[in-house]
């Protein structure tokens, strides 16, 4: 059908959605036959400077971008939204603790979990990338009880699409010879990505690379600290990367993934790979028809067993964090 796709992105006059939005309008996400309504939510004071994005959007008269909506109420921002791109978030400052960090983005993420259980499509998928990014989409759906759990996702495919980086260099081969990468656990210092079950032109990742030194102590770490590698650089956090990242896994959320290949995607856990449930926690996906499995069966060895556990530890305190604050 030609009916706009109505695609909410909140954060949108902050630096991810000054790259995010003109690629979702120039048809990146779902292709240039697809028309696009873009609802876009800010805080009242940012919304001069969004009202400026959204005037160099007309500007770009992209074909595929049939309207634009923007306001400071999720209320109205996500009435009728068939996809939600939560990138708005309270960034850590200096002098704040961890619990402030915690009820600042919990009030942001119950605000806009109640709204879009109230007002989204039915068919609404959710995809949280202001940080801390499972545990914020956590609170979004603990706080939508009539929106599927699993259409509540977090984003890691930023550090997947590191991940593919870091090997492709190492091996010096082009990034399309990679396949099956995987990020483990939480989007943080501690997630964990899996060159056991990667293939390198069909081959397997860990046994091409041969070197385990360099896949622990070099490998793991640059992808787990390469955000804070791109600050220390370019003087702010990712942001270009971070939007591809965020169109990549609602593109194929909505599109598929190809065979023989699967993304990685922090979603609700069904207890797979022994990750509890009740966290949202990173898998290797597949999606068909706009529905995503968790890829099963693969090995998990007893390193990638400790990098998993150690993050997914994390996650759980981040949860009970948040439970004592009544967040969820
Ligand atoms: P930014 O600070 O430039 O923009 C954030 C925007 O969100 C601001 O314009 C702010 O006004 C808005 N905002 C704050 N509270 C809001 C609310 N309640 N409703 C709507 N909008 C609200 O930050 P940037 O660089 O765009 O990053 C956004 C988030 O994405 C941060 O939390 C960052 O840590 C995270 N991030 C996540 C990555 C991932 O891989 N998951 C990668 C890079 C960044």
Redesign the pocket.
């Known amino acids: 059908s030609n009916a706009p796709v109505k695609v909410a992105v ?9 790259s995010l939005l003109f690629r979702i309008a120039s048809g990146a996400l779902l292709g240039p036959d697809t028309p696009i309504e873009l609802r876009l ?3 009242t ?2 919304l001069k ?2 009202e400026g994005v959204v005037m160099e959007l007309d500007d770009c008269a992209f074909p595929t971008l049939a309207g634009v909506q923007i306001g ?1 109420d ?1 209320t109205k921002v996500f009435d009728g939204v068939n996809m939600a791109m939560l ?5 850590r400052t200096a002098g704040m603790e961890r619990g402030d960090l915690l009820s600042a983005n919990g ?2 993420f119950t ?2 979990g109640k709204a879009l259980n109230d007002v989204a499509a039915d068919d609404v998928k959710i995809l ?6 499972n545990t914020n989409a956590l609170i979004a759906m603990s706080n939508a009880p009539d929106i599927p759990a699993e259409r509540f996702n ?6 997947h699409n590191r991940a593919i980086s870091q090997l492709a260099a190492k091996l010096n081969v082009p990034v399309t010879e990679i396949k099956k990468m995987t990020i483990w656990g939480n ?1 943080s210092a501690t997630q964990y990505p899996d060159l056991f079950n990667c293939e390198v032109g069909g081959k397997s990742a860990a046994e091409l690379v041969d070197d385990h030194n360099w896949l622990e102590n070099d490998f793991i770490p640059t992808v787990a600290k390469r ?1 804070a590698a791109i600050i220390a650089a370019r003087g ?4 270009a ?2 939007a591809n ?2 169109i990549e896994h609602m593109r194929d959320w909505a599109l598929g993934t190809p065979d023989g290949d699967w993304v990685s995607m922090a979603v609700p856990s069904d207890g797979s790979y022994g990750v509890q449930e009740g966290l949202i926690s990173s898998f290797p996906c597949t999606v068909k028809d706009g529905k995503y499995e968790i890829v099963q069966g693969l090995e998990v060895n007893d390193f990638s067993r400790a990098k998993i556990d150690a993050s997914v530890a994390e996650l759980a305190e981040e949860q009970a964090a948040v439970k004592e604050l009544g967040l969820i």
């Open positions: 909140t954060g949108a006059a902050g630096q991810i959605g000054y939510l800010e805080i004071p940012a400077a969004l400071d999720p990138v708005g978030a309270r960034p009030a942001i605000a806009q949280v990338t202001g940080n801390p990014a977090a984003l890691t495919r930023l550090d989007h955000g702010s956090s990712s942001a990367s971070a990242a965020t």
